[in-house]
């Protein structure tokens, strides 16, 4: 019992964290990472709130992925629903104010992508399964062979496209986003010294047989 109730907290604070960056990263104001950059412009084309843009976007690739055969794990549905949640729930505090000075909003983006990389940390080691986005970046992997960091990066130029035809914003932030997120994960995994590739993630029908198993 007390393994279940651990792993769950590591993953809903991971997921909290997720949203705290995305939306230090949003109110940074100089262009979003790529899929805030289609979340916020799905918001402003439909009238949804960036939570729940998030939430029906990934619906759709939960679909997707599991018409492809991906493991849906509890952490997969998880991160669909209560990233939004978060996202939502912050932004309606207001505790995160929205910078309109370049320096200080590279600043806060940094500080947004540390902390995404925090929350990426916890939620990952709870290993109850990867978010939908990932998902659908190892089923481009598997469909079409092509390396990882190229399948990655062509998934997030078509939703950065796609979210700024639909009037997202695309800027400097988005450029540091996506050069240094990777490298901010880096460093986090490495002070935790953490290997993402050695999590054994288990799947939903995995965690409904036996919530209270140990993993190895």
Not at 128 to 134: A, I, K, N, Y
Request: charged fraction near 10%; charge should be positive.
């Amino acid at each position: 019992m007390k393994t279940l109730i651990f792993r769950l907290t590591k993953m809903l604070f991971g997921l909290f964290l997720y949203a705290l960056g995305i939306v230090l990263a949003i109110n940074a104001n100089i262009g979003y990472g790529p899929w805030e950059v289609f979340h916020v412009g799905l918001a402003n084309q439909t009238g949804l709130s960036i939570g729940v843009a998030s939430i029906a976007a990934g619906i759709v690739i939960v679909v997707i992925v599991t018409l492809c055969k991906e493991k849906l794990g509890l952490g997969t549905i998880a991160s669909m629903i209560l990233t939004g949640v978060f996202i939502d729930l912050i932004i309606l505090t207001g505790i995160i104010p929205k910078i309109s000075n370049m320096l200080l909003g590279i600043l806060m983006l940094v500080a947004g992508l540390f902390i995404i990389s925090l929350g990426s940390y916890f939620y990952m080691k709870s290993a109850f399964g990867v978010g939908p986005r990932d998902n659908l970046m190892v089923v481009l992997n598997r469909k079409t062979k092509l390396p990882i960091g190229v399948c990655r990066g062509m998934v997030e130029l078509t939703v950065t496209l796609i979210g700024w035809l639909l009037g997202g914003m695309v800027g400097v932030g988005t450029i540091i986003f996506g050069f240094t997120i990777g490298f901010c994960v880096q460093i986090v995994f490495a002070a935790f010294r953490f290997d993402p590739t050695a999590v054994e993630h288990e799947s939903l029908r995995q965690t409904i047989k036996d919530p209270f198993r140990r993993l190895g």
